[in-house]
Structure formats: structure tokens, C-alpha cells
């Protein structure tokens, strides 16, 4: 294994995902209508494969990345003691249904990115226009596996090696 692997920094980030659900209830054959302000903070990490693939890792949402606001307007009090009842019940859905998306196989899917693949489909330039090179054939001649493109009367890469 390469020493400076164990240098590369642990890169993370976190996704805020703000919004509003609007709710509608009923309480004592009162129909009751209120919202909630919901936040939800989802720690991301980021891995790197060889040869060229970034992955990214989502940890699983508790009730710790979770904020509720109930925003009851224009609510009695005592209507207000009754949604907290509603609190728990709607985070342990919100918390149920984010886990659940966040281990999808369409969201896996999207989460891996194929840096090498992109760019082999792009194709990189030379430095001359009629030359096209794959970064496959790039990363080889880097790594002295096969000889890089030359055109007439420019000298090779075992030519190249006797200059100064």
C-alpha cells in the first residue's frame, strides 16, 4: 500500500435540508390544521477508490439531525399541549423515511462517480489538435507502460530521456 494514503485528509460535509410540512389533524371533531418547520442535517463522507472512482457515504439520520418547530398560528394552548404528542410520532417518521431513502440503490448508484469513466468519454487533448489521447493511454505513458503519441519528426519518450 502507498504511505501517503494514510496522509490523504477524511473529507465530509453536511447537507442541510430545510423545509415546511404542512399538517391537518383532528382533535376532539375539530378539524385542526398546523405546519412544521423541519430541518434535517445528513452527514456526508467522502472515499476515494482506485483508480479514479469517489464515493460518497451517507450516515444514517437520528433524532439528533432532526429539528421539529410546530407552528401552530392562531393555536389555543391547550391544542398546542396535544401536538406535542404529534412531535415524536412525525420525527419517527421523518427519521424512518430519510434512513430509507438515503440506502436506495438509486441514490448508491448516484453516489458513485466514475472520474476515470467521465473522462475516458470526453477524451483529453495533447496539445495538438489532429491528437487525441484517452486518460487510459495517458495514465500508461505517465507510468512508462506504453510510448505517448508522437508526431512526425518529434522524438518518443525512450528519446526524450537521453535529453537534457
Given at each position: 500500500m502507498d504511505p501517503?494514503?494514510?496522509?490523504?485528509?477524511?473529507?465530509?460535509?453536511?447537507?442541510?435540508?430545510?423545509?415546511?410540512?404542512?399538517?391537518?389533524a383532528r382533535l376532539a371533531r375539530m378539524p385542526l390544521k398546523f405546519s412544521m418547520n423541519v430541518r434535517i442535517r445528513i452527514t456526508v463522507d467522502v472515499k476515494t477508490y482506485a483508480p479514479l472512482t469517489i464515493k460518497l457515504h451517507f450516515t444514517p439520520v437520528g433524532?439528533?439531525?432532526v429539528d421539529l418547530e410546530v407552528d401552530a398560528?392562531?393555536?389555543p394552548s391547550e391544542v398546542l399541549e396535544k401536538l406535542k404528542i404529534v412531535k415524536p410520532i412525525v420525527l419517527d417518521q421523518i427519521i424512518r423515511e430519510v434512513n430509507s431513502r438515503l440506502q436506495?440503490?438509486?441514490?448508491?448508484?448516484a453516489a458513485t462517480i466514475d472520474i476515470l469513466k467521465m473522462a475516458e468519454a470526453s477524451k483529453i487533448e495533447t496539445g495538438?489538435?489532429?491528437d487525441l489521447i484517452t486518460p487510459s493511454e495517458a495514465m500508461a505513458a505517465v507510468q512508462g507502460v506504453i510510448e505517448p503519441k508522437a508526431s512526425a519528426g518529434e522524438p518518443t519518450g525512450s528519446e526524450l530521456s537521453g535529453q537534457v
Open positions: 501517503l494514503i494514510n496522509r490523504l485528509p477524511n473529507v465530509a460535509f453536511v447537507l442541510v435540508l430545510n423545509g415546511v410540512l404542512n399538517l391537518q433524532h439528533g439531525n398560528h392562531n393555536t436506495s440503490e438509486d441514490l448508491t448508484e495538438h489538435l489532429t
